[in-house]
């Protein structure tokens, strides 16, 4: 007997009560409908995620593979692998994305470090938390603009630079208009998200391993080296590798700098979208596709870490 | 003991507050200075002095609203009724309120433009297809908003208690857990405004006049006025955040009184 029939079963015994072999046979249709009425009110919910999620998604997947008259193919896989921008398109998102995952990563790590650990007062820290929810919501075009502001090239540190040291950046070679500008630009919403995501981490870390580890005659050094840091190491990498999620995906912040000339992904398919560029749309599926596997690897490398950091951290 | 906090501790906390806070005294100073050799309001003047501000700040707040009343019938019963009935549902739907963090929202705007552009399902132009892929954007908040609360009650105890006393379960539901998910909701609510309202993505891609495609096209002709709205923006992100940590705070302290012991 499959396992759903017996699910059916189990919850009619308990709602019929203990009756004869015969008569939990004959109430099996009236389970059934049971059953159903019981998924019946989750209906909208699904209906809509199928409709504006799954479709879409699967059906990304789905047209892939089809060619113009739509019979299978592996024409438009392939073409990604034979154009080298779209393969430069994948290598600067997932270069970015590792960029600033690190370095929102290490310095968002600092910063919950201090507010958690820190003895600061607990103003500053709420300061920083409410602060953090706000910029890493700030993101896309006024972003773009507040960067454009700050270290364009009338932005008031590249003045500042100017007057203060007499240097040009723009004429050493920086631009916030190419890659390690963007990676800036996108740190800036990177890093109060890791804030976000490493405190409960943090403050995970329990006072009695940091005495018992003090009594065994442990310093601060091997504290860190042998105790904190490896409980928390999974949980770093996990927040990290949401970081990267989170600046791969990343389309308005990046379109918003009208000047900018990084080939990314997110970019690529949005003219493929507005038929800026070229209109393929087998192609423009494929790549939508590629995007999607290196989320759903990340995501997936995300919950296996998430739970070995559940061993020690809760 | 309180120990003090280390040199390293102020080092890294003011790193962080130079960083922050940078890109916006920097918009502010750059948005008062569109008269030259003065500072003045004029940017700011000039925005408010647009109709196309109004109108797309106004169609931002509309689908705002529309997304969140969408998102909230849609999400709030549902969770309930898998706490309540449907346990074994739980991981499936969170398997799919998840999906979002995994489909980036440029791909979300594409699967929907190329499954419903054309006949047989002609959707693309109803402002509609806009709201539904802001629900889809909101699912994520919105069921850990909704699950964190029913977490906090006791939904058995309270669905009993309230049958019992004779009421359906329209009235359960309405009447007794709605409102001890008040604030909890309230609280998912204002991210996703904050999430809507300064959208770009799919408002762009889905060819909508909302605050978001405003602002990159103010922003292609004009510096100062850009600065203005990159400040404007910042303060609405930064009201509905307020309002949502006031409202997390408050439905955390409710919980403590409330939480089953």
Request: aromatic letters at 14%.
């Amino acid at each position: 007997m499959s396992k759903v029939a017996f699910d059916i079963r189990s919850i009619g015994a308990i709602r019929i009560g203990p009756r004869g072999a015969l008569r939990v046979r004959l109430g099996d249709a009236r389970l059934v409908w049971t059953t159903i009425g019981s998924w019946l009110p989750t209906l909208p919910f699904f209906i809509f995620s199928l409709a504006f999620l799954l479709l879409p998604s699967a059906s990304i997947a789905v047209r892939s593979f089809q060619g113009a008259q739509g019979e299978f193919t592996l024409a438009n896989i392939q073409q990604i692998f034979m154009r080298p921008d779209l393969l430069r398109a994948y290598e600067n998102s997932i270069l970015i994305s590792i960029v600033t995952a690190l370095s929102g990563g290490i310095f968002g790590f600092l910063v919950g470090y201090a507010i958690t650990l820190g003895n600061l007062p607990h103003s500053l820290r709420s300061m920083v938390l409410t602060f953090s929810g706000v910029a890493s919501n700030f993101a896309g075009v006024p972003l773009a603009f507040a960067f454009i502001a700050t270290l364009g090239q009338k932005g008031l540190v590249t003045q500042l630079i100017n007057s203060l040291l007499g240097t040009n950046i723009y004429h050493s070679g920086f631009s916030i208009y190419n890659f390690w500008g963007l990676s800036i630009v996108y740190t800036y919403f990177q890093l109060p998200l890791m804030v976000l995501i490493v405190i409960p981490a943090l403050n995970g870390l329990r006072r009695e391993w940091r005495e018992a580890a003090e009594g065994l005659g442990a310093t601060k050094y091997h504290y860190w080296r042998y105790v904190a840091f490896p409980i928390l190491l999974p949980s770093l990498l996990g927040s990290m590798i949401l970081l990267f999620a989170n600046s791969f995906g990343a389309y308005a912040t990046a379109y918003a700098f009208s000047g900018l000339h990084i080939n990314l992904v997110s970019i690529v398919i949005g003219n493929n979208i507005s038929g800026n560029v070229l209109y393929d749309p087998g192609l423009g599926n494929a790549l939508a596709l590629g995007m999607v596997v290196i989320m759903a690897v990340s995501i997936a490398l995300y919950s296996y870490l998430q739970r070995r950091s559940e061993l020690w951290l809760r | 003991m309180t120990r003090r906090p280390s040199l390293w501790v102020w080092l890294w906390l003011v790193a962080w507050a130079i960083f922050s806070w940078l890109p916006l005294v920097a918009s502010f100073d750059f948005s008062l200075r569109a008269r030259k050799g003065i500072l003045s309001w004029q940017a700011y003047l000039n925005v408010f002095a647009d109709p196309g501000f109004y109108e797309s700040l106004w169609f931002s707040f509309q689908t705002a609203m529309l997304t969140i009343v969408v998102s909230i019938f849609l999400v709030v019963p549902t969770a309930y009724w898998v706490h309540l009935r449907l346990r074994r549902a739980r991981p499936v739907i969170e398997f799919v309120t998840l999906l979002p963090f995994v489909v980036p929202a440029v791909v979300i705007a594409f699967g929907l433009i190329r499954l419903y552009c054309c006949p047989p399902i002609s959707f693309v132009s109803s402002p509609l297809l806009l709201v539904a892929g802001y629900v889809v954007l909101s699912l994520p908040y919105m069921y850990r908003a909704a699950d964190n609360g029913l977490r906090a009650l006791d939904v058995r105890m309270l669905n009993e208690a309230a049958q019992s006393l004779g009421a359906n379960e329209f009235q359960v539901f309405f009447l007794v857990i709605l409102p001890n998910l008040r604030t909890g909701i309230l609280s998912g609510a204002f991210l996703t405004f904050a999430i809507v309202m300064g959208e770009y993505t799919l408002s762009a891609l889905l060819a909508w006049p909302a605050f978001g495609p405003y602002m990159q096209y103010v922003g292609v002709f004009k510096a100062y006025e850009s600065a203005a709205l990159a400040i404007i923006s910042f303060a609405i992100t930064w009201l509905a955040m307020l309002l949502m940590q006031w409202f997390a705070r408050v439905s955390a302290a409710e919980r403590a009184l409330t939480a089953p012991r």
